[in-house]
Structures are given as structure tokens and as C-alpha cells.
């Protein structure tokens, strides 16, 4: 158990000093569900190691004092959450949070006691990918009553992003009394789901886009669809008879071919062999013995 001394010097740090070393601040991206690591290079005393992770004046993350790992000031949500490298690596003070959430996002400081008690500042960031995104055509929609609304939906996604719709190339203009967005907050993950429904009326081979930002990652997501409309409602079925009769007719015609090539190849075989087989043999003694019969015949 850590001696007086130490919670004495634990307390220290939670107060505001004027030997305290600042350095500059460092930027973290992570990301929710992974694993992710918060540098901190640091110049240890060999002989008293004390080394602090907090939030604030207040809120211990982890530390390790005097050679030892001591979680009794650690705020609930990081237990069995963190790992500290410092006992396998002299030198590396950097801290490593496993199955990051939304709720991680702060400004980190780590402490550290070198010739003066010194600490360094990361801000964690975090960030997730929206699925990508699934636009609906008014005859896939659940929308009632609304021929030609169409939806965009993408889910999983931190921060909250924004949907765009995009028609030709061409952002849209748009007002509230024709689209209508909803977003949701998931608590068990902390992502976001978004949705956005859009009112217009397209005209034929016209292309509509719905495109998902993600600012924090700069990524954008898009799904596109084109509505080949036509004003009698169905499309004219002539187009596509001609290579529907071909598919159809094709494998008949070489089929019967085969069959007819078959049978002529028999035939001839046929006639071939019948002809092949012909004996003419037998004429020689026919013609013998009606020689024998004329000659004895009385004259």
C-alpha cells in the first residue's frame, strides 16, 4: 500500500502550482470501440517514480507511485480500462484506454516527476464511421401518403453529421416545409443515426444524391439513384422484347440444328453400310446352272 507520502504528493497535483512544466498540447483521434494510446515521453526520477494521469484538478485516470500501479483514486469508468507502460519502459509515461467511447472525449494531462514535477497535455478526439448510406425511393419508402418522398439513411456514425441532398451535380435548395431530418442518439454505443426525408418531384433520368459528412474525419458518403420516370407510368415493353426473343430463340435454333445434323449423319451411315454389305457373289451360280439346264435339254 502506498505510504503517507505519496497521497500527500497525490494531493499536490491536484492543486495548481507554480512548479508545475508545461508542454504543448497534443491532438488524439480515436475511435469508438478501439483501442487507443495517449503519448507521453517523459524523464523520470530512477529512484521515485511517481507518475499521475487525470482530467482536471480531480479525476484520476491512472497512475504509478514509487514503483508501484495505484488505482485507489481511479474514476469508475476506467477500471480495467487503461494500462500505463512506464514499469517495462523507462521513459514511456504514455497511457492506453481500450474500448473507447464518446464519454472519453476530454482533455488528458499526464504528470510526471523529473528534476520538477512536469506534465504534458492530450486532448482526445473521437470519431466513428457512418454506415453508408441507404437512399429509398418512394415505392421502398415506409412514408405514407407521400408519392415522391425520398429518404436517406446512415447510421453508426460520431460525431452528429449532416446529411446533403443532390440533384444533377446541383446542390439543392431547400425549406423546412419539404424536408424534414431526424436525428437519434444511441446510448448504448453514444453514436448517431441519421435520417433526412426530401419532397420533390423528378423528371425523367434525373439523379438524386444524398451525401453523409463526417467533418471531424473529413470523409463524405454518398448514395445515388437515378428515376428513369415516364409520364404513361410503366415503361413501353417493346424495347426489350427484341433481346428477350432473342435469348429465347437462339439456344432453339442451334438445338434443332443439332438434331437435324444428327439425323442426316445417320442416314447416310446407314445407307453407307447397307450398300457396303452387298454381296453380288450368289449371280455366278445362277447363271451356271441355267447354262447346265439349256445343254441338257433334247434337241
Same mark, same amino acid.
Given at each position: 500500500m502506498p505510504g503517507a507520502g505519496n497521497s500527500v504528493w497525490i494531493a499536490f497535483l491536484l492543486l495548481p502550482s507554480i512548479f508545475l512544466y508545461a508542454g504543448a498540447e497534443t491532438k488524439i483521434l480515436g475511435f469508438i470501440g478501439?483501442?487507443?494510446?495517449?503519448?507521453?515521453?517523459c524523464k523520470l526520477n530512477k529512484h521515485n517514480i511517481y507518475l499521475v494521469w487525470q482530467i482536471g484538478e480531480s479525476s484520476v485516470v491512472d497512475a504509478f507511485i514509487n514503483g508501484r500501479p495505484y488505482t485507489e483514486n481511479q474514476k469508475l469508468e476506467f477500471q480495467n480500462r487503461t494500462r500505463l507502460f512506464v514499469a517495462e519502459q523507462m521513459g514511456n509515461c504514455s497511457l492506453?484506454?481500450?474500448?473507447? +467511447?464518446?464519454?472519453?472525449?476530454h482533455t488528458y494531462t499526464c504528470y510526471y516527476e523529473g528534476t520538477v514535477i512536469e506534465q504534458v497535455v492530450v486532448s482526445l478526439e473521437v470519431a466513428a464511421h457512418y454506415s453508408n448510406p441507404v437512399l429509398l425511393s418512394p415505392n421502398e419508402s415506409a412514408v405514407a401518403d407521400a408519392p415522391e418522398s425520398y429518404s436517406c439513411i446512415a447510421t453508426g456514425g460520431y460525431p452528429k453529421g449532416r446529411i446533403h441532398w443532390i440533384l444533377n451535380n446541383s446542390s439543392l435548395a431547400y425549406s423546412r416545409d419539404n424536408r424534414r431530418d431526424v436525428d437519434s442518439w444511441d446510448n448504448a454505443t453514444g453514436t448517431y443515426s441519421?435520417? +433526412?426525408?426530401?419532397n420533390i418531384s423528378l423528371s425523367r433520368?434525373?439523379?438524386l444524391t444524398c451525401m453523409v459528412e463526417n467533418s471531424r474525419l473529413q470523409v463524405n458518403i454518398s448514395a445515388s439513384k437515378t428515376f428513369s420516370r415516364t409520364d404513361g407510368g410503366s415503361p413501353d415493353s417493346s424495347a426489350d422484347a427484341p433481346p428477350a426473343l432473342r435469348i429465347v430463340i437462339l439456344p432453339a435454333v442451334v438445338c434443332c440444328g443439332f438434331i437435324l445434323g444428327a439425323i442426316l449423319i445417320c442416314l447416310l451411315m446407314r445407307k453407307f453400310n447397307m450398300f457396303k454389305t452387298r454381296d453380288?457373289?450368289?449371280?455366278?451360280?445362277?447363271?451356271?446352272?441355267?447354262r447346265q439346264r439349256l445343254n441338257e435339254e433334247p434337241v
Amino acid at each position: 500500500m502506498p505510504g503517507a507520502g505519496n497521497s500527500v504528493w497525490i494531493a499536490f497535483l491536484l492543486l495548481p502550482s507554480i512548479f508545475l512544466y508545461a508542454g504543448a498540447e497534443t491532438k488524439i483521434l480515436g475511435f469508438i470501440g478501439e483501442d487507443v494510446i495517449l503519448p507521453c515521453a517523459c524523464k523520470l526520477n530512477k529512484h521515485n517514480i511517481y507518475l499521475v494521469w487525470q482530467i482536471g484538478e480531480s479525476s484520476v485516470v491512472d497512475a504509478f507511485i514509487n514503483g508501484r500501479p495505484y488505482t485507489e483514486n481511479q474514476k469508475l469508468e476506467f477500471q480495467n480500462r487503461t494500462r500505463l507502460f512506464v514499469a517495462e519502459q523507462m521513459g514511456n509515461c504514455s497511457l492506453q484506454l481500450s474500448s473507447v +467511447s464518446a464519454a472519453d472525449e476530454h482533455t488528458y494531462t499526464c504528470y510526471y516527476e523529473g528534476t520538477v514535477i512536469e506534465q504534458v497535455v492530450v486532448s482526445l478526439e473521437v470519431a466513428a464511421h457512418y454506415s453508408n448510406p441507404v437512399l429509398l425511393s418512394p415505392n421502398e419508402s415506409a412514408v405514407a401518403d407521400a408519392p415522391e418522398s425520398y429518404s436517406c439513411i446512415a447510421t453508426g456514425g460520431y460525431p452528429k453529421g449532416r446529411i446533403h441532398w443532390i440533384l444533377n451535380n446541383s446542390s439543392l435548395a431547400y425549406s423546412r416545409d419539404n424536408r424534414r431530418d431526424v436525428d437519434s442518439w444511441d446510448n448504448a454505443t453514444g453514436t448517431y443515426s441519421l435520417s +433526412s426525408t426530401l419532397n420533390i418531384s423528378l423528371s425523367r433520368t434525373d439523379v438524386l444524391t444524398c451525401m453523409v459528412e463526417n467533418s471531424r474525419l473529413q470523409v463524405n458518403i454518398s448514395a445515388s439513384k437515378t428515376f428513369s420516370r415516364t409520364d404513361g407510368g410503366s415503361p413501353d415493353s417493346s424495347a426489350d422484347a427484341p433481346p428477350a426473343l432473342r435469348i429465347v430463340i437462339l439456344p432453339a435454333v442451334v438445338c434443332c440444328g443439332f438434331i437435324l445434323g444428327a439425323i442426316l449423319i445417320c442416314l447416310l451411315m446407314r445407307k453407307f453400310n447397307m450398300f457396303k454389305t452387298r454381296d453380288p457373289s450368289p449371280a455366278t451360280p445362277a447363271i451356271g446352272a441355267e447354262r447346265q439346264r439349256l445343254n441338257e435339254e433334247p434337241v
